[in-house]
């Protein structure tokens, strides 16, 4: 299904994290718990979202980050959507980072980008609201 047939009959909707989170890079995979977001490996590099403030056995780090998590269920034969909101994104200067769950897909911006990447979902008719 193509994206704008999906966005015919369906509301984009989606929600900023209050808090803030890193991006790092981990010596070894970390113990779960409420503070980890999620938790990346591709044979090469274990990659770890968490929590600022987080108590991890890191080599490299990135942050301050938000988190945009889109609320709308997505199937897995649509097609374009992160492709739509990343151009929308990009087409303001905002570089992301993307991860895709089994049926949701989340964003992250260094938190100097936020405002305005709120700005520009809105103005996209994507719902947001603060979670």
């Known amino acids: 299904m193509k994206f704008e047939e999906f966005t015919k009959d369906t509301e984009i909707r989606a929600s900023v994290r209050e808090k ?3 991006i ?3 010596r070894s995979l970390p113990k779960m718990g409420p503070e980890i977001f999620a938790v990346m490996t591709d044979g090469h590099e274990i990659t770890v979202v968490a929590e600022a403030g987080h108590d991890l056995d890191v080599l ?7 988190i945009i998590s889109f609320d709308t269920a ?3 034969d649509l097609i374009g959507f992160l492709s739509y909101i990343t151009k929308l994104l990009a087409d303001h200067n905002i570089s992301l980072f993307a991860i895709s ?3 949701t897909d ?3 911006m260094k938190e100097k980008f936020l405002e305005r990447a709120v700005e520009v979902l809105r103005d996209a008719n994507v719902r947001i609201e603060q979670k």
């Open 20 to 22: 803030e989170y890193s």
């Open 24 to 26: 790092a890079k981990v």
């Open 60 to 66: 490299e780090e990135e942050k301050p980050f938000r």
């Open 74 to 76: 997505l199937p897995f």
């Open 101 to 103: 769950t089994f049926s």
């Open 106 to 108: 989340h964003i992250l």
